[in-house]
């Protein structure tokens, strides 16, 4: 059965669309395995200033200690930037996702329109079959007639 123009038409959008999708769907698993990085990240950092903070006891001279206590502060400065960049990030992940589902709805109703489409192509060329071979049969029967 040959597709109508709006049937083919129907068929292209639902290609590009699945192509758009895709590339969707890929951007937002490297998005994905970017927020997991930075939250490896945010923990290495947090477990570094947590053995920074902890002295054992050790007496340290002044220079040493505050030496200590600005790399700690630093540690610290870095691990709230990332925390906020993860933030940041987590949102824009969050906005990605849903434009992925919101493209694969769409997508999955072009298909169920393209859908109903053929049916009612399909529908209508059995009706026209129909028609055709009972058109057939009364001729057939009034030869038998005559």
Do not use: F
């Not at 951007?27 to 947090?46: D, F, I, T």
């Not at 006891?57 to 790399?71: E, F, K, P």
């Not at 960049?85 to 298909?111: F, K, P, S, W």
């Amino acid at each position: 059965m040959t597709k109508s123009p709006m049937q083919r038409s129907l068929d292209l959008m639902i290609t590009v669309r699945e192509r758009e999708l895709e590339r969707r769907v890929a951007e937002l698993a490297r998005k994905q395995a970017l927020g997991a990085r930075y939250l490896g990240n945010v923990q290495r950092l947090e477990q570094l200033a947590q053995q920074l903070g902890s002295c054992n006891g050790t007496v340290l001279d002044a220079g040493l200690a505050a030496n200590r206590a600005a790399y700690q502060q630093g540690v610290r400065a870095l691990t709230e930037a990332h925390r906020q960049e993860l933030a940041l990030h987590e949102a824009d992940t969050a906005h990605t996702r849903h434009g992925v589902q919101q493209l694969a709805r769409r997508q999955h109703a072009l298909g169920q329109v393209l859908d109903r489409s053929l049916a009612q192509s399909q529908a209508e060329q059995q009706r026209r079959e129909q028609k055709s071979q009972d058109a057939m049969a009364g001729q057939a029967w009034l030869r038998g007639q005559a």
